[in-house]
């Protein structure tokens, strides 16, 4: 059974810092890229970072650009996303998914930047 299982998200203050982890099962995590999503209340779903297969080339929303990196261990079939820099409208629920093929969304982990 496919499952993408999102943990890490919390609320934290401007300029503060979080970790997030997509934990994969039921499929072959090398087999894709990954890429993590963010929903904001009341805003589309917006793709804010892609990692390929292997590790090697990444690519970021400008929204987040600097301040979020994208890394995965596939011997632990899991993706990470270390956000820095935090802002207020980072704020949103975010989602990590294979940037291709069919997969259902995760539950999400909630991400809150406030003071």
């Known amino acids: 059974q496919v499952q993408l299982v999102e943990s890490g998200g919390g609320l934290v203050q401007p300029g503060g810092s979080l970790r997030l982890s997509c934990a994969a099962s039921g499929f072959t995590l090398l087999n894709y890229a990954m890429s993590w999503y963010r929903q904001a209340p009341g805003k589309e779903r917006e793709l804010v970072a892609r990692i390929s297969n292997g590790g090697s080339s990444t690519n970021y929303a400008d929204s987040v650009k600097g301040r979020f990196t994208i890394t995965r261990d596939n011997t632990k079939n899991t993706v990470y996303l270390q956000m820095n820099s935090l802002k207020p409208e980072d704020t949103a629920v975010y989602y990590c998914?294979?940037?291709?093929?069919?997969?259902?969304w995760g539950q999400g982990t909630q991400v809150t930047v406030s003071s």
């Open positions: 998914r294979p940037s291709s093929g069919s997969f259902r």
